[in-house]
């Protein structure tokens, strides 16, 4: 008895995801990693955790955002020159 399966293109293909997993990871990872940079600069990092009482503790973590979110970014342009060179 032979199986006969539906004859439709795939739905989802990678041109349709908007933006790329990597450019969500790392920004999403510099922005978690900004809150407490952010709070420990305001004076509020004991709060969290009493390393964080010290600014400089704050612009550590401002710094390595700000390298996530640009190491992510990489990925984004990259995709979007893509794109381009397909239109």
């Not at 795939?10 to 995801?17: H, I, N, P, Q, S």
């Not at 990597?22 to 969290?48: E, Q, R």
């Not at 700000?66 to 190491?71: E, T």
């Given at each position: ?18 933006y790329p ?62 794109a381009g060179?397909?239109?």
């Amino acid at each position: 008895m032979p199986i006969f399966a539906p004859n439709r293109p795939l739905v989802y293909t990678v041109a349709m995801r908007r933006y790329p997993a990597s450019f969500l990871i790392l920004t999403g990872l510099g922005l978690l990693c900004a809150v407490p940079g952010l709070l420990s600069l305001a004076g509020f990092g004991s709060w969290l955790h009493p390393v964080l009482d010290d600014p400089m503790a704050g612009l550590a973590f401002i710094v390595s955002a700000v390298a996530l979110i640009g190491s992510g970014a990489f990925p984004l342009v990259i995709a979007r020159l893509k794109a381009g060179e397909d239109a």
